[in-house]
């Protein structure tokens, strides 16, 4: 089974081809090789492009695996991984086009020299039903919740994948790790668990977020967490369209339509190829 490994901005991907492997993945397969002990390790696994799908037939299908096993709809850093692999194998050039996921269709383009990557990652919809959240009607904005002994603010957002992103006048990794698994794992309000961003303000055109990633934990970046948090902070008037989203692992170029439209600009990094032997899911 070849794989090849990149990250962005410290966010690690493995880019599998079905087309070398023959059979689907299975979650146990999944979490094995995402495990950082016992397999090759990475923040979850890109499954594609999808058999019969190619720029010819409007555009590369992909699958996002998370290394608990289970699926996202979408992953940004994970969509300019998957455009850089598809640069790299020759099967795009320099022209935008077009990658399905579960969470909707995407538009990338490689700039030359493959280090930087754009994505328009769709709208963002802060509407309940959308996201969804449970026992709140109309858009998801300063509600209050109490998690692990302490009542926070929080606005929900989707952008075909559920987060919740909790302003605050300080983050750490610390709350992150503290708090994010149980706002994660609050299905009596997100249903579908969450990701969960822990925002901070620092002037009209930047932000600063901690991350915990749903079904992979604390994270060192997150497209889709960057637009999430960038989009409810100009929804909520503190900042402007134009953000620089800073993170543990870096920074990432945010652009917020008018209509809530996220433009996204970051880099993407090669990592290695190899072979995953079939020795490892034996033991």
Same mark, same amino acid.
């Given at each position: ?6 990250? =962005?901005?410290? &966010? ?16 146990? /397969?999944? @979490? ?7 397999? +090759? ?6 499954w594609g ?11 590369f299908g992909?699958?996002? *695996? ?10 940004? &850093?994970?969509? @300019?991984? *998957?455009? %850089? ?24 383009? +490689? ?12 709208? +963002? ?10 026992? $709140? ?12 002994? %302490? ?8 952008? =075909? &994948? ?11 990794? /610390?709350l992150a790790? !503290? ?13 579908? @668990?969450? &990701? ?12 600063? #977020? ?6 992979? =934990? ?13 989009? +409810?902070? %100009? ?6 369209? !134009? ?6 692992? =870096? ?16 880099? $993407? ?6 072979? #995953? ?7």
């Open positions: 089974m070849r794989f090849a490994k990149y990250h =962005g901005l410290g &966010n690690d991907y493995l880019v599998i081809d079905p087309s070398d492997v023959g059979h689907d993945l299975s979650a146990d /397969e999944i @979490r094995l090789i995402c495990d950082r002990n016992y397999g +090759v390790g990475s923040d979850g696994i890109l492009p999808l058999p019969g799908s190619n720029a010819a037939a409007g555009g992909l699958r996002i *695996f998370n290394p608990d096993g289970g699926e996202a709809e979408k992953s940004g &850093n994970g969509l @300019r991984i *998957f455009a %850089r692999f598809l640069y790299d194998r020759g099967l795009v050039g320099g022209d935008a086009f077009a990658v399905a996921t579960k969470g909707g269709r995407v538009s990338c383009r +490689v700039h030359p020299g493959g280090a930087l990557v754009d994505a328009e990652m769709g709208r +963002v919809s802060f509407d309940a039903a959308k996201i969804p959240v449970l026992g $709140v009607a109309g858009e998801v904005l300063n509600q209050k919740m109490t998690v692990g002994g %302490r009542e926070v603010v929080y606005c929900a957002a989707t952008i =075909g &994948n559920p987060h919740c992103v909790l302003p605050l006048d300080d983050v750490t990794p /610390e790790r !503290r708090l994010g698994p149980l706002i994660e794992n609050d299905v009596a309000r997100f249903p579908n @668990r969450t &990701n969960v961003q822990f925002l901070k303000v620092l002037g009209r055109n930047d932000i600063r #977020i901690e991350i915990w990633e749903r079904g992979a =934990g604390y994270t060192l970046a997150s497209g889709t967490s960057s637009s999430a948090a960038a989009a +409810v902070a %100009r929804r909520l008037g503190l900042c402007d369209g !134009r953000i620089t989203v800073h993170m543990p692992g =870096g920074t990432l170029a945010i652009t917020v339509g008018d209509d809530y439209g996220i433009q996204m600009t970051g880099p $993407v990094a090669a990592v290695a190829t190899g072979t #995953i032997v079939s020795e490892m899911f034996g033991a």
